[in-house]
């Protein structure tokens, strides 16, 4: 991609094989097939796709989830579904199951369903024709269908992004996350499923404000692209994610509160993204009050 | 001052501006998806064809790629050379070196435009 400038937004063009208008659900809503991915391992792809998951079920939309990342399950453990798994992806796109028995409804939200990566197999065992077909049966009922997809740029991320009609990508405010950030804009333009949107996860306000870490300026400006989400490291992750209950529902999480706002975008709501908020000490903040700048 | 200020402000030049700066250079030369190689026989390529036209001052080129508008890549060319050799049609060794002699390299002004590709993204 050497080429300046950028596609501009389009629809990208499904191929699908059904009869009919496949985009639309039950209720004759548009559904949304939106790809969570990152290039990068370890950036939060799981935990993003599991928060809005919850998130989008809270403002009363039929969600369902798929962890693509076959061979690395994780997606249950997150939900907190882990013990409910019978049957799989693979085992619905080789025919071992209906579709409607794979997919497992959440305890707490009858909406939210997951559909679980197969843990004894490898990405090989689905095709990105596969994705689309099992989408286009899933948009028949769903509002959402969130795709987790693995890191990596090979036969996993082509399957995850295969049916999106959104990507979503995730990126810490660090070197080597940004660059492999940069890579993953570059593929999904070249498969027409650009521009694709930034979540920005784990920033420290404090040390951005000390000028040791990117801030959500830099990395917008650096990697050129729409921003549709700043998400603060947070404490309450790990144990978030220790007891199976994403963040989102905990209403003191700061991360939890991005995460809902989040959602709402994706939901089309008009929701500011508010910049890194306020911070630093009283007189830190009465001077940019002064001065004007509070850009940060 | 400014210093002042942004420690007033709690604002520090720490890290952050220099992984700013090397992301961008790193950046620039991903999405160029050119092999160093390639790259070289590029800058020799197009500095053959300038030197065709001007005696180019060899020591002082800088060919080098900066980050563009949204995410293309500008290629921006510095090359100073002395006078344009007026009677290369001619193909006269002789003119060619006595030019070289009669035109002193630092009145001899240089230089291709240099778009400032980092003012044009503040907007
Ligand atoms: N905002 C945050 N604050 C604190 N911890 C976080 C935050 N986001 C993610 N984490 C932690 O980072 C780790 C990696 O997150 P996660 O598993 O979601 O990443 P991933 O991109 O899915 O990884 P992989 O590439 O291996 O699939 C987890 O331990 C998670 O709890
Ligand atoms: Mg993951």
Redesign the pocket.
Known sequence: MGEAGRPTAKPPARPTTLPGPAQHNAHGKKSKVVTIT?G?????????TANLGVALARLGKKVVLIDA?IG?R?LDV?MGLENRIVYDLVDIIEGRCKLRQALIKHKAFPDLYLIPAAQTRDKTAVTPADMVQLTDQLREEFDFILI?C??GIERGFRNAIAPADMVLI?TNPEVSAVRDADRIIGLIEAENKGPGQLIL??VKADMVRRGEMLSPDDVVDILAIKIIGI?????N??PA?NSGVPVSLNENSR?GAAFRNIARRLNGEEVPITPLDGGGNILQRFVRFLVGSDSQ | MSGFLDRLLGRGKGSGATAKQRLQFILVHDRINLSPERMEEMKREILAVISKYVNVDDDHVDIALQQGNQRGSVLVAEVPFTKAVEGIERDDPEILSSLDETVPKRDAASGASRPEADEQRDD
Not at chain 1, 231 to 235: G, H, L
């Open positions: 990152s990068k391992g370890g950036v939060g792809k799981t935990t993003t990342d690395l994780n997150v987790d693995p890191a995730v996860n784990r998400v603060p490291e947070d404490e992750v790990i994610s991360a």
